[in-house]
């Protein structure tokens, strides 16, 4: 258990539909990491906040948002879903900022666009 | 930009049997290396990282990888597989995006599967 939690875990939609993720670091992690994984793209890099201000951008469609609130929990958004948005999304966490820390990731929360 | 290619898709060896995963990375200075895995239906967990200092790097579950600066590669081996190392094995490098920012940039991974 790396001591991050991600909810839910499985989540059905249809397309057109939007749906929020939820990931809670671990205990004095301020960083919090999304990545998507899919069977095609592989493990990419979506967004990163720290302290609850946003850090970088990765491949992060327009559709896409997310936000790390003062309680360092973080929420990802993904609105108008298209199929090809079925992926397991990850959320992983650090202490610092540095990328370079080592990131523990979460169990993911699997999406399927119907 | 970084990359990291890891050449083998699917590996399978037996139990006792050693093992090499490959990964060769691009990047333009000296690279920040990782090695993580996946069990099935579980997160990524850590089993070593490079980031200086002495080029064979001790990681956990009886793991180690050394980097090749002159080969582009950070390979990771075992001297005798578990058959509970059987899970997918994701390479990574750290680097600066254009612009400055930060991320990892993960391999397409190497599925493990031992036979008993």
């Known amino acids: 258990d790396s001591g991050v939690t991600q909810t839910p875990k499985h989540l059905i939609t249809a397309t057109g539909q939007r749906v929020t993720l939820r990931c809670s670091p671990r205990s004095g992690d301020l960083s919090v990491y999304w990545y998507q994984q899919s069977l095609d793209q592989g493990l990419q890099f979506l967004i990163h906040y720290y302290n609850g201000e946003e850090r970088a951008k990765g491949n992060i469609l327009e559709r896409f948002s997310a936000q790390q609130f003062p309680d360092l929990h973080s929420e990802l958004n993904l609105s108008s879903l298209e199929l090809g948005d079925s992926a397991l999304y990850f959320c992983?966490?650090?202490?610092?900022?540095?990328?370079?820390?080592?990131?523990?990731f979460g169990p993911g929360t699997r999406l399927t666009v119907l | 930009a970084q990359s990291v290619t890891q050449p083998d898709i699917h590996i399978t060896v037996s139990e006792g049997a050693s093992l090499e995963l490959r990964c060769n990375y691009s990047?333009?200075?000296?690279?920040?290396l990782f090695w993580y895995v996946q069990s099935p239906g579980q997160g990524l967990q850590l089993l070593l990282k490079?980031?200086?200092?002495?080029?064979l790097v001790q990681g956990i579950k009886g793991f180690e990888a050394e980097f090749k600066r002159s080969q582009s590669s950070f390979n990771l081996r075992k001297p005798s597989v578990h058959w509970s190392d059987a899970a997918e094995y994701f390479c990574?490098?750290?680097?600066?995006?254009?612009?400055?920012?930060?991320?990892?940039?993960f391999g397409k991974g190497t599925k493990l599967t031992v036979n008993p």
């Open positions: 990047y333009g200075a000296t690279p920040y």
């Open positions: 490079y980031f200086s200092g002495d080029t």
């Open positions: 990574a490098v750290g680097g600066f995006l254009q612009g400055g920012s930060e991320k990892l940039v």
């Open positions: 992983a966490s650090s202490v610092h900022t540095d990328w370079s820390d080592t990131q523990y």
